[in-house]
């Protein structure tokens, strides 16, 4: 139990963390970034076979957030787990810095792939999976979509491609916050049956609360959940969750508080000030 209380208290942290991150940068992708805080958190903390020390070791587990807009969190724990300096992380989103508004592979110690247009890096990572079967590595790939970019047809050409070639070392998540840019995903381009498209392209689906650590944590350590089968994980969650105003409302998709916000993030936050 004292390791979950202390997940859900490192989660608290995070969000402090991003959301100083991006209001000190003056824009970012605040609300996709606070949907994806417990997923990470579970898979860096508990999952994750990787070392700050060596983030190129041929051995160690990859992570891709195919969703790269959602980069703030990413370095958020990177930088907590000691992949570079928290120094960076005031600098975000300013001229020189290492950390952009997409991550980028060849500045950021612990970032698997340069990803922003949606829709890549999914496939690259099935390509990182297939090169570690015919390498002979027990290394998994673990790959974070976003619900909208489940709309590009190069994740559906990569997700005929994995099963294709009994790739089980890959797990996949989607971000389900059923939100997309600045409307509901449902009023743009609806992908239900969700679980059903992809259980009919020879995945074996599991569908999680995506901020209940202890779900995430027992789905996780499942993987892969059926031999020669690639392991796709629907993670339902809260667009913008942790902050009140910001829960569910589209307009939150790329805006950063004013003052009076700040005050509210702060309150619901216990935080000083930023």
Not at 90 to 118: C, N, W, Y
Not at 229 to 239: G, M, Q
Request: aromatic residues 8%; contains cysteine.
């Amino acid at each position: 139990m004292k390791k979950m209380l202390d997940l859900e208290k490192k989660t608290k942290e995070l969000r402090k963390v991003i959301l100083k991150t991006i209001c000190k940068g003056r824009g970012g992708h605040i609300s996709a970034s606070l949907s994806i805080v417990e997923i990470l958190a579970v898979l860096y903390y508990n999952i994750l076979k990787v070392d700050p020390g060596n983030p190129k070791d041929p051995e160690r587990d990859r992570f891709i957030l195919s969703k790269g807009h959602a980069a703030v969190t990413l370095y958020a724990v990177l930088a907590d787990k000691a992949f570079f300096d928290r120094k960076h992380l005031d600098t975000f989103g300013q001229r020189g810095t290492i950390l952009g508004g997409h991550p980028d592979m060849h500045k950021v110690p612990g970032v698997e792939a340069s990803t922003g247009a949606l829709g890549h890096g999914f496939p690259f990572g099935v390509g990182m999976a297939l090169a570690g079967k015919l390498d002979k590595k027990d290394y998994r790939v673990f790959i974070l979509l976003g619900d909208g970019e489940c709309q590009e047809g190069s994740v559906w050409e990569a997700a005929l491609f994995a099963p294709q070639h009994k790739l089980d070392n890959v797990i996949a998540i989607i971000d389900y916050n059923k939100y997309q840019a600045l409307d509901r995903l449902d009023k743009i381009v609806s992908l239900d049956p969700l679980a059903d498209k992809w259980k009919a392209f020879g995945w074996e689906v599991r569908e999680v609360d995506g901020h209940d650590t202890s779900e995430l944590l027992n789905v996780f350590k499942d993987t892969p959940f059926v031999k020669d089968k690639p392991s796709l994980i629907i993670a339902n969650t809260t667009k913008g969750k942790g902050i009140s105003y910001m829960e569910n409302a589209a307009i939150w998709h790329y805006r950063s508080p004013n003052e009076e916000e700040i005050k509210v993030v702060c309150d619901e936050l216990d935080m000083e000030s930023f």
